[in-house]
């Protein structure tokens, strides 16, 4: 069993946040608003239903999902596209393919006692780190 991506973590780094705007299609003056933000992660689990929450002080945004069962995600706040989204377990990381207009995807896992985000839209890749929030 891979380590549990529960609790509520805060973001310490973003890496190429920009890029995967951008590459989202996401405009600038929305871009440089999003920059600002640290975002903060709801992890909640029961049995292989998820809900991943990603909080701020301008958006918030909730994805709720199965583990292994495909459903429709619309990234409503985000940049608003209909995808369809599958997430497994590879290895230690749980990871989302959302097959739409565009190649894009994410994967969590901790690391260093750390919750480690890889966001990937066509060739951007965005790194972000969360730190546990006692
Ligand atoms: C919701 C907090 C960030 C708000 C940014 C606001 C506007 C930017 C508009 C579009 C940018 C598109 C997506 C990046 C936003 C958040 C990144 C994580 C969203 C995500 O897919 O999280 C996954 C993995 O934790 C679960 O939904």
Known sequence: MPVSLCGTWEMVSNVNFD???IALGIGLYTRKIALKLKHR???EQ???QYVVKTLSTFRNYTLAFRV????QE???G???RHCKSLVTWEG?????????EKKRGWA??????KLQLELHCEDQVCRQVFKRVV
């Open 78 to 80: 985000l940049d608003d």
């Open 108 to 113: 969590h896992w901790i690391e260093d006692d």
């Open 74 to 76: 619309f990234t409503k």
């Open 19 to 21: 890029g995967y705007m």
């Open 41 to 43: 992660k709801v992890i």
């Open 68 to 71: 292994n069962e495909e459903f």
């Open 92 to 100: 230690n990381k749980l990871v989302c393919v959302q097959i739409g």
């Open 46 to 48: 029961v049995g292989d």
